[in-house]
C-alpha cells in the first residue's frame, strides 16, 4: 500500500496559518472558516437580496420595513452592490 503526500498549496495557506496561530482553531477548522466566510461573500446581489428578504419576512417584518432596511445594507458589502431602487428589490425577489 503506498500513500501519497499532496504537495498541492491551499491559495489561502497563508491565513489559514494565521488563524490557527492566533486562535484556537485547528487547521480543518480555519480551512472550514475561510470556506465559510469565502462562500458568504460571493453571493450575488440578488443571492443576498433573496436571502435577507427571506430572513427578515421570517421575522416577520412588513416588505415596507424590509425593502429600505436591505436598500442601506447593500453599500456594507464586500463588494459595493450598485444603488437599487425599492422597485429595483422588490424584482429581484418577485420577477
Given at each position: 500500500?503506498?500513500?501519497?503526500?499532496?504537495?498541492?498549496?491551499?491559495?489561502?495557506?497563508?491565513?489559514?496559518?494565521?488563524?490557527?496561530?492566533?486562535?484556537?482553531?485547528?487547521?480543518?477548522?480555519?480551512?472550514?472558516?475561510?470556506?465559510?466566510?469565502?462562500?458568504?461573500?460571493?453571493?450575488?446581489?440578488?443571492e443576498y437580496v433573496r436571502?435577507?428578504?427571506?430572513?427578515?419576512?421570517?421575522?416577520?417584518?412588513?416588505?415596507?420595513?424590509?425593502f429600505p432596511r436591505i436598500?442601506?445594507?447593500l453599500p456594507g458589502r464586500?463588494?459595493?452592490?450598485?444603488?437599487?431602487?425599492?422597485?429595483?428589490?422588490?424584482?429581484?425577489?418577485?420577477?
Amino acid at each position: 500500500m503506498s500513500s501519497t503526500v499532496s504537495t498541492a498549496r491551499h491559495p489561502y495557506e497563508e491565513l489559514i496559518a494565521h488563524l490557527t496561530r492566533t486562535s484556537p482553531l485547528g487547521p480543518g477548522e480555519a480551512v472550514r472558516v475561510v470556506a465559510e466566510v469565502l462562500a458568504y461573500f460571493s453571493e450575488t446581489v440578488e443571492e443576498y437580496v433573496r436571502r435577507r428578504h427571506a430572513e427578515l419576512k421570517a421575522r416577520g417584518l412588513t416588505n415596507d420595513e424590509i425593502f429600505p432596511r436591505i436598500a442601506a445594507e447593500l453599500p456594507g458589502r464586500r463588494v459595493a452592490a450598485p444603488e437599487l431602487s425599492l422597485r429595483q428589490l422588490r424584482r429581484i425577489v418577485y420577477g
